[in-house]
């Protein structure tokens, strides 16, 4: 399985409906507002998806993604303590998983991942982390272990950084905070994916 090398994660339906019309073809839906608003969001967020031919990934809410006829899900360690894997993989639908150590790993490997991520490589400024930075060595060692799975990276990623990513073992950038932070979204995704036509 193959997946886009760079793989925005977005907070909500009105930006994804802003950035994939760029030239995304792949994004995660991050929503963490208000839970009445989920299934409303990952229908937006579908929809502008399809128009355009780009993967909607769903993070955390599996049920409702599997209600909105989602097909892929991203769950972090919390949540896959409470998901029914089972009835996420009965739906056929794929299942990208996070990553920081060796248990961990092993535990995603088990339930036979469309993609894992390791995560933070560098310091981000998106939310307090109870781990420390991964660092870059860590992706080789992870892609060692995995194959032909796709590894994803994420966690401090800017464009200057991508050769180092991918040196590493790294099959898809991840990127949060450089491009909801930023003061032109817009102008920022163009950057990121011209920046990524240097790696096909």
Request: net charge positive; glycine share 6%.
């Amino acid at each position: 399985m193959t997946l886009p090398r760079f793989y925005p994660v977005l907070p909500d339906a009105a930006m994804i409906a802003r950035l994939v019309p760029l030239g995304l073809r792949l994004v995660q839906l991050r929503f963490k507002g208000d839970p009445a608003a989920i299934p409303t969001q990952i229908a937006q967020a579908r929809s502008v998806c399809a128009r355009h031919g780009a993967q909607l990934v769903v993070n955390d809410h599996w049920q409702a993604a599997l209600d909105q006829g989602a097909d892929f899900i991203h769950l972090g360690q919390a949540d896959l303590d409470t998901a029914d894997t089972a009835a996420i993989a009965r739906a056929g639908a794929r299942l990208g998983i996070s990553t920081h150590d060796r248990a961990e790993l092993d535990r995603a490997l088990a339930l036979s991942p469309a993609y894992v991520a390791l995560g933070p490589i560098w310091p981000t400024r998106l939310k307090e982390m109870p781990w420390r930075p991964q660092g870059p060595e860590k992706l080789t060692r992870w892609k060692t272990r995995i194959g032909d799975i796709p590894l994803v990276a994420i966690g401090g990623l800017t464009p200057e950084r991508l050769p180092e990513v991918f040196a590493a073992g790294a099959d898809v950038a991840a990127v949060v905070t450089d491009l909801v932070a930023a003061a032109d979204p817009e102008a920022q995704t163009r950057r990121w994916i011209q920046a990524m036509r240097r790696f096909p």
